[in-house]
């Protein structure tokens, strides 16, 4: 239990469907003053709220966090004007560095030496732009495994439960004994707001590659195929395509530092059934001609092969 008795200042970037759920999770803590940037439905959602159903809080109608604001820059002050100083922010937007990149985003919040960075995002090697611009602050990631998502205009879905491994990205820039604390304190805090699971572990690094076998593969297979899950599994496209794909990514892993078991494959291949009409995220940005992560999911791993001479 913490013995914190004033509230951490979180502000968390992207209410989308995993952002919202974080915001419910980290407010119901009562360790955080929660504000949360909300850019295109904020006009709806700032009047009537989101309703909520999820299998880890019920229905929430109408809910709102702390502060709901259009922006980082009305972020970077309170209702009288004066500077935040942010312990954390959370960011929980789609990582896409050649159109948004994230240190530019969130530049108005973070405070140079306190504010903590938490990177609730897909992809491999996303903490190094943060740390080149703000060297001596702690970075921590958080990869989440979560069936969430927004139904227009502003009710959120979470049909499976919100699982998290969180850790810190240590940097020569930082104390490990600071960052790791820093990041302590988040999970206890989240953890503390009903999440189902949420997990502080050594090397994060190896949960976003253990994500990567299922976003490098899954996720980006039946985009090119347009077709959900259970329709790649039943055309065998399982055993012919997607295997040999996870290996390679473990194969990458391995000689990056970030060994995996076999069993981690078989997990990521055969845990969904054959029926399930799962539509992931690359699949459903295409069809509503959105961007996709291309770069933190293809394109870094295909960079980190390259430089340790793992490349094909």
Known sequence: MSSKTTPYQ??????GGVGTIASVVLTKSGLAQVTCVIRSKYHYVSQHGWDIESIDHGKLLGWKPGRILRSTDEAA???NGDPVEYDYVVV??????????VADMISPVVTSGKTTVVMIQNGIGIEEDIIKAWPSNGVMSSVS???SSIKDPNVVVQIGKDVSKMGPHLHAGLDDSASVERARQFVEMYAMGGASVCELVENIQVA?????????TFNTVCALMRMDVGEIQRSKGRESILLPMMREIRDIAKVAGHPMPESIVEWMA?????DCAYRPSMLLDLENRRPMELEVILGNPLKKAQELGNGR
Request: hydrophobic letters at 30%; one cysteine or more.
């Open 10 to 15: 979180v502000c968390l970037i992207g209410s």
């Open 77 to 79: 002050t309170d209702e």
């Open 92 to 101: 929980c937007t789609k990582q896409l560095p050649n159109l948004n990149p």
């Open 145 to 147: 495994h979560i069936g």
């Open 208 to 216: 976003r590659w253990e994500k990567l076998m299922w976003n490098g």
């Open 270 to 274: 055969y845990r969904l059934p054959d």
